[in-house]
């Protein structure tokens, strides 16, 4: 009996590339095919996605005739509300054997395995996905052991299945190890390292084959099952540029990006004043940033760069808006750093060169890294080219002690000012910095007092 697999990973909402890859694949399919997705489809930076939970996402998935997808981290970052409404509305299984919520109950629709019937074959599917260490507590997940899940699901359904398929959003790092001391995985489909295979490979009899990342490719493997031996026949990766565009998937887009559009543009409400935004300079909607982490992280000082926005806010607030002029799924973050530092960071940060600096890393959606801000209970007194001093609640900071800082994520990573890494006890929340500017920007008292410089030019001392 023989079997084709078509199979994509780690889209992460590149959709205009993936209307590309659907036409790949309706081409491709043969009458005894199976569909399959490796995870990180939907990366809610997709205004699509933010404006109909991720149903928009569904609905691309069933156009094109998928039969299953695993888990990838993407689809956890809008939280486990929204992976619960489009696990539970999805006609095709959201697949995941080691993710639970973080009391270990199941969520609601995601399967652990499921077993598939194609040309009298039973397919067992099964995935695995990505622990995300530091952020599961804020994000509301456990992560099991994936090799422990796998070997359970395994022998859960040992005598029910032909055919045993693992969706791996763990990374093609783990595969080698996997095929070696799992000798019953037949395939191993890969992603979240978004690593391209070629053709497809084979260790210890089992296949391996990884198709990069945004849709740039579709990979193929064909398979013969005869006498309970897998056989590989062929296989590609093939790539979707110069391929025309699924017109159907464009129509899905259109629709869901109007109805998102609709959705998201509802007024939230009015600015008492406006919140203008600068990359080098000083500005009120940073500082505001940085008051609200500090006022709902509950730390000593608040930091932030102004890499973290696009553009100022002006009039009436709606969460088209703040998508918009806060795309990054950063999160709230504490961690504590010693006032030397700290200084150094905001030392650097009186470099226009730093500021304009390219500010990508991880989670980040802007351009420049920006000029670091500080809450209003905290003074930085500096010429232009040096920090003289940092006057916290009427006091300088100490180089040798701790401080607890609230920031985000992207900071504590030391992305754009490096000494800021040097931290400990971080500790992530599951909401984004978006959000807190949702919740603070509606409250006079933090909109007033964003208007109040932080950072001070020394005064010369006269003879």
Same mark, same amino acid.
């Given at each position: 009996?023989?079997?084709?697999?078509?199979?994509?990973?780690?889209?992460?909402?590149?959709?205009?590339?993936?209307?590309?890859?659907?036409?790949?694949?309706?081409?491709?399919?043969?009458?005894?095919?199976?569909?399959?997705?490796?995870?990180?489809?939907?990366?809610?930076?997709?205004?699509?996605?933010?404006?109909?939970?991720?149903?928009?996402?569904?609905?691309?998935?069933?156009?094109?005739?998928?039969?299953? +997808?695993?888990?990838?981290?993407?689809?956890?970052?809008?939280?486990?509300?929204?992976?619960?409404?489009?696990?539970?509305?999805?006609?095709?299984?959201?697949?995941?054997?080691?993710? !639970?919520?973080?009391?270990?109950?199941?969520?609601?629709?995601?399967?652990?395995? !499921?077993?598939?019937?194609?040309?009298?074959?039973?397919?067992?599917?099964?995935?695995?996905?990505?622990?995300?260490?530091?952020?599961?507590?804020?994000?509301? /997940?456990?992560?099991?052991?994936?090799?422990?899940?796998?070997?359970?699901?395994?022998?859960?359904?040992?005598?029910?299945?032909?055919?045993?398929?693992?969706?791996?959003? !763990?990374?093609?790092?783990?595969?080698?190890? +996997?095929?070696?001391?799992?000798?019953?995985?037949?395939?191993?489909?890969?992603?979240?390292?978004?690593?391209?295979?070629?053709?497809? &490979?084979?260790?210890?009899?089992?296949?391996?084959?990884?198709?990069? *990342?945004?849709?740039?490719?579709?990979?193929?493997?064909?398979?013969?099952?005869?006498?309970?031996? %897998?056989?590989?026949?062929?296989?590609?990766?093939?790539?979707?540029?110069?391929?025309?565009?699924?017109?159907?998937?464009?129509?899905?887009? &259109? /629709?869901?990006?109007?109805?998102?559009?609709?959705?998201?543009?509802?007024?939230?409400?009015?600015?008492?004043?406006?919140?203008?935004?600068? %990359?080098?300079?000083?500005?009120?909607?940073?500082?505001?940033?940085?008051?609200?982490?500090?006022?709902?992280?509950?730390?000593?000082?608040?930091?932030?760069?102004?890499?973290?926005?696009?553009?100022?806010?002006?009039?009436?607030?709606?969460?088209?808006?703040?998508?918009?002029?806060?795309?990054?799924?950063?999160?709230?973050?504490?961690?504590?750093? +010693?006032? *030397?530092?700290?200084?150094?960071?905001?030392?650097?940060?009186?470099?226009?060169?730093?500021?304009?600096?390219?500010?990508?890393?991880?989670?980040?959606?802007?351009?420049?890294?920006?000029?670091?801000?500080?809450?209003?209970?905290?003074?930085?007194?500096?010429?232009? *080219?040096?920090?003289?001093? !940092?006057?916290?609640?009427?006091?300088?900071?100490?180089?040798?002690?701790?401080?607890?800082?609230?920031?985000?994520?992207?900071?504590?990573?030391?992305?754009?000012?490096?000494?800021?890494?040097?931290?400990?006890?971080?500790?992530?929340?599951?909401?984004?910095?978006?959000?807190?500017?949702?919740?603070?920007?509606?409250?006079?008292?933090?909109?007033?007092?964003?208007?109040?410089?932080?950072?001070?030019?020394?005064?010369?001392? &006269? %003879?």
């Amino acid at each position: 009996m023989r079997l084709r697999i078509l199979h994509t990973n780690d889209i992460h909402s590149h959709f205009d590339q993936f209307a590309k890859a659907s036409t790949l694949i309706k081409h491709s399919t043969q009458e005894h095919t199976l569909i399959l997705d490796g995870g990180d489809f939907a990366d809610f930076r997709s205004i699509e996605l933010q404006g109909t939970k991720g149903m928009a996402a569904i609905e691309l998935l069933e156009e094109v005739g998928y039969d299953a +997808l695993t888990i990838g981290n993407n689809e956890m970052f809008n939280g486990i509300d929204t992976l619960e409404y489009m696990a539970s509305n999805s006609s095709l299984p959201f697949i995941s054997n080691n993710l !639970v919520k973080k009391d270990v109950s199941p969520i609601k629709g995601v399967f652990p395995s !499921v077993i598939l019937h194609k040309n009298n074959l039973r397919i067992l599917i099964t995935g695995s996905s990505p622990d995300m260490g530091v952020f599961n507590e804020g994000l509301g /997940v456990h992560m099991h052991s994936y090799k422990e899940a796998i070997v359970n699901e395994i022998e859960r359904n040992k005598g029910k299945y032909d055919l045993c398929i693992l969706l791996n959003h !763990v990374g093609t790092f783990a595969d080698d190890e +996997l095929a070696k001391e799992i000798p019953e995985l037949d395939v191993i489909l890969s992603a979240h390292d978004h690593k391209l295979y070629k053709e497809a &490979k084979i260790i210890e009899g089992t296949i391996l084959n990884s198709a990069g *990342k945004y849709g740039e490719y579709v990979g193929i493997v064909d398979i013969e099952i005869k006498d309970q031996q %897998v056989t590989l026949l062929h296989s590609e990766t093939i790539e979707t540029n110069g391929v025309e565009s699924d017109e159907r998937i464009l129509d899905i887009l &259109k /629709v869901n990006k109007e109805r998102a559009i609709e959705a998201l543009s509802q007024p939230l409400y009015k600015l008492t004043q406006p919140l203008w935004h600068d %990359v080098i300079g000083e500005n009120p909607l940073t500082n505001l940033i940085a008051d609200g982490l500090r006022d709902l992280l509950e730390c000593e000082i608040g930091l932030m760069n102004s890499g973290i926005a696009n553009a100022g806010l002006f009039d009436d607030i709606s969460n088209k808006k703040l998508i918009e002029i806060c795309p990054s799924p950063l999160n709230p973050t504490t961690f504590d750093v +010693l006032g *030397k530092d700290i200084k150094e960071a905001l030392e650097q940060a009186l470099d226009a060169q730093t500021c304009l600096a390219d500010g990508r890393g991880p989670g980040f959606r802007g351009k420049f890294a920006g000029r670091l801000h500080v809450s209003s209970n905290t003074e930085v007194v500096h010429d232009g *080219k040096r920090v003289h001093d !940092v006057i916290l609640d009427g006091k300088s900071l100490e180089d040798d002690r701790w401080y607890s800082v609230a920031s985000s994520d992207y900071l504590q990573r030391g992305s754009g000012y490096p000494s800021l890494a040097n931290n400990r006890n971080d500790q992530y929340q599951a909401e984004e910095i978006k959000d807190v500017i949702r919740a603070y920007a509606n409250r006079s008292e933090f909109i007033d007092q964003a208007y109040l410089n932080r950072w001070k030019l020394a005064t010369p001392v &006269k %003879v």
